[in-house]
């Protein structure tokens, strides 16, 4: 967990790297009802996250360090039906593997799509059998302090546990981005409830819970926690769909938020809007129609309260927009139309993020095979479909080669076969296929059952564990 923010008392906000533990929360009228049948129905939307990550030991990670495994858990919840999955940015940093456990008990392994700069947001992938149930999300502008709502998550690794409470608050800032406005929450949240859902008492996700404000010294629940609005998942999530990074619009502009002391200052008839502190100076178009000491009173009509409202409502508007802008000058109203472009640091940062993308992506599939399997194994690509004259809809793993000296030669596996189940559970990628493995071994089952599609059709192997 990280501390996001020093608080009065010695408190700290943390962020949760694991989902919700069931701890009594204040009464409020829908926690007397039976829920046990909503319940019932989300339960299988959530899904548990876990990860690993590879900690160097050692001065300076010279000669003599040594590289550990380090697992981690999170939450998260399905977004498409075909195996599209949000949780945070921070459950899966670092990650070198990726698998998800879906509320029946199947692991699937996880591909990385995406990561947010400004948001603490990633998306997976994951390759179902079968369609999964996905949540409906919900409007979170029409939140009130005082609604019901449900948290569901991996709290400590227990897994789909769940949790009632209320909106405490809406419109937080924890100083965690440019634009934060968090619902606060008194549903129960611990670690590894970090990207699962918040749902309302109509079964649609207004939120997703990512921070909690733990007493000093502590890690568990005190009844208050932060979950990024549904409003603001979902632009975020169809920005990172979209482009592969948010995108958020930019005019070149630093602001500060309007005192009463400045608002007398420039005859502001009340303090409101954001001042002009600087104006970048690559942006010469920007210097005739803004100087500094300018109040931004509205964008597009909106009221500006503040520079977050203010860096929501440009980070908001679409690059290439025209957005009509109302400023402050000299005692007078002047109306002003500024083109939003994009930001060249977002534009650094989403490179950066993209290049995390591409080195998990990298590393998913890179395991160790064991000598005594003999088996050289790759995800599909629709290189191998068109090499080994696969269906489109073929699911599974390759088998690119085989030593002629294994195990699985003498049961005839070839280049070309593909891996279509370990027992009885489907699998997508390489790394689910050594899940299975690990799984396996960790229950001493000595022999595994694998269902091969090859060129005479489908058949069982069976293949010594270890």
């Given at each position: 967990m990280r501390s996001i923010v020093e608080c009065a008392r010695r408190l700290s906000v943390m962020l949760v790297m694991l989902p919700v533990l069931a701890m009594p929360a204040p009464?409020?009228?829908?926690?007397?009802?039976?829920?046990?049948?909503?319940?019932?129905?989300?339960?299988?939307?959530?899904?548990?996250?876990?990860?690993?990550?590879?900690?160097?030991?050692?001065?300076d990670a010279g000669p003599s360090s040594s590289t550990g495994r380090r697992k981690s858990l999170g939450s998260g919840f399905v977004i498409d039906p075909n195996g599209v999955i949000a949780t945070n940015r921070h459950v899966i940093e670092g990650a070198v593997e990726i698998t998800v456990t879906l509320h029946d008990g199947r692991i699937l392994g996880a591909s990385l799509i995406a990561v947010a700069s400004g948001a603490d947001l990633a998306l997976l992938r994951v390759y179902p059998e079968h369609p999964l149930p996905a949540v409906t999300w919900g409007n979170s502008d029409k939140l009130r302090q005082g609604n019901p709502v449900i948290a569901i998550g991996n709290p400590l690794g227990y897994g789909s546990s769940v949790t009632a409470g209320i909106v405490s608050a809406l419109q937080r800032d924890i100083k965690s981005s440019l634009y934060d406005d968090y619902i606060q929450t008194d549903a129960s949240i611990n670690q590894g409830n970090s990207g699962g859902p918040l749902f309302n008492l109509a079964g649609e996700v207004i939120g997703v819970n990512t921070a909690i404000l733990t007493a000093s010294g502590s890690s568990g629940s005190i009844g208050i926690g932060f979950s990024l609005p549904a409003n603001d998942a979902q632009f975020v999530i169809d920005r990172l769909r979209q482009f592969g990074r948010i995108r958020p619009g930019w005019i070149g502009l630093s602001t500060q938020t309007v005192t009463p002391a400045i608002a007398d200052a420039v005859r502001l008839p009340r303090p409101a809007g954001v001042m002009v502190t600087s104006i970048r100076d690559d942006k010469p178009g920007l210097k005739v129609s803004f100087q500094l000491g300018d109040v931004i009173l509205s964008v597009d009509g909106n009221d500006i309260k503040d520079v977050r409202?203010?860096?929501?409502?440009?980070?908001?508007?679409p690059v290439g927009d025209v957005v009509p802008i109302l400023i402050w000058r000299d005692g007078a109203r002047i109306a002003l139309k500024v083109m939003v472009e994009e930001n060249a640091d977002d534009v650094e940062q989403g490179a950066k993020l993209a290049a995390l993308v591409a080195a998990v992506s990298a590393t998913s599939d890179a395991y160790v095979e064991p000598a005594d399997m003999g088996l050289n194994l790759s995800s599909i690509t629709e290189e191998l479909r068109a090499k080994f004259?696969?269906?489109?809809?073929?699911?599974?793993?390759?088998?690119?080669?085989?030593?002629?000296?294994?195990?699985?030669?003498?049961?005839?596996?070839?280049?070309?076969?593909?891996?279509?189940?370990?027992?009885?559970?489907?699998?997508?990628?390489?790394?689910?296929?050594?899940?299975?493995?690990?799984?396996?071994?960790?229950?001493?089952?000595?022999?595994?059952?694998?269902?091969?599609?090859?060129?005479?059709?489908?058949?069982?192997?069976?293949?010594?564990?270890?």
């Amino acid at each position: 967990m990280r501390s996001i923010v020093e608080c009065a008392r010695r408190l700290s906000v943390m962020l949760v790297m694991l989902p919700v533990l069931a701890m009594p929360a204040p009464a409020f009228a829908a926690q007397t009802a039976d829920l046990s049948d909503l319940v019932a129905s989300l339960l299988p939307s959530v899904v548990n996250i876990s990860t690993i990550r590879t900690d160097t030991v050692g001065k300076d990670a010279g000669p003599s360090s040594s590289t550990g495994r380090r697992k981690s858990l999170g939450s998260g919840f399905v977004i498409d039906p075909n195996g599209v999955i949000a949780t945070n940015r921070h459950v899966i940093e670092g990650a070198v593997e990726i698998t998800v456990t879906l509320h029946d008990g199947r692991i699937l392994g996880a591909s990385l799509i995406a990561v947010a700069s400004g948001a603490d947001l990633a998306l997976l992938r994951v390759y179902p059998e079968h369609p999964l149930p996905a949540v409906t999300w919900g409007n979170s502008d029409k939140l009130r302090q005082g609604n019901p709502v449900i948290a569901i998550g991996n709290p400590l690794g227990y897994g789909s546990s769940v949790t009632a409470g209320i909106v405490s608050a809406l419109q937080r800032d924890i100083k965690s981005s440019l634009y934060d406005d968090y619902i606060q929450t008194d549903a129960s949240i611990n670690q590894g409830n970090s990207g699962g859902p918040l749902f309302n008492l109509a079964g649609e996700v207004i939120g997703v819970n990512t921070a909690i404000l733990t007493a000093s010294g502590s890690s568990g629940s005190i009844g208050i926690g932060f979950s990024l609005p549904a409003n603001d998942a979902q632009f975020v999530i169809d920005r990172l769909r979209q482009f592969g990074r948010i995108r958020p619009g930019w005019i070149g502009l630093s602001t500060q938020t309007v005192t009463p002391a400045i608002a007398d200052a420039v005859r502001l008839p009340r303090p409101a809007g954001v001042m002009v502190t600087s104006i970048r100076d690559d942006k010469p178009g920007l210097k005739v129609s803004f100087q500094l000491g300018d109040v931004i009173l509205s964008v597009d009509g909106n009221d500006i309260k503040d520079v977050r409202g203010f860096n929501r409502a440009i980070g908001g508007t679409p690059v290439g927009d025209v957005v009509p802008i109302l400023i402050w000058r000299d005692g007078a109203r002047i109306a002003l139309k500024v083109m939003v472009e994009e930001n060249a640091d977002d534009v650094e940062q989403g490179a950066k993020l993209a290049a995390l993308v591409a080195a998990v992506s990298a590393t998913s599939d890179a395991y160790v095979e064991p000598a005594d399997m003999g088996l050289n194994l790759s995800s599909i690509t629709e290189e191998l479909r068109a090499k080994f004259a696969l269906a489109s809809d073929q699911l599974g793993v390759v088998v690119l080669s085989v030593d002629p000296n294994s195990k699985a030669a003498e049961q005839g596996m070839l280049s070309g076969d593909v891996i279509v189940r370990v027992g009885k559970q489907s699998i997508g990628s390489v790394r689910e296929f050594w899940v299975r493995i690990d799984e396996a071994r960790r229950g001493r089952t000595t022999r595994l059952l694998l269902l091969i599609h090859g060129s005479g059709g489908e058949r069982w192997v069976a293949l010594p564990s270890a």
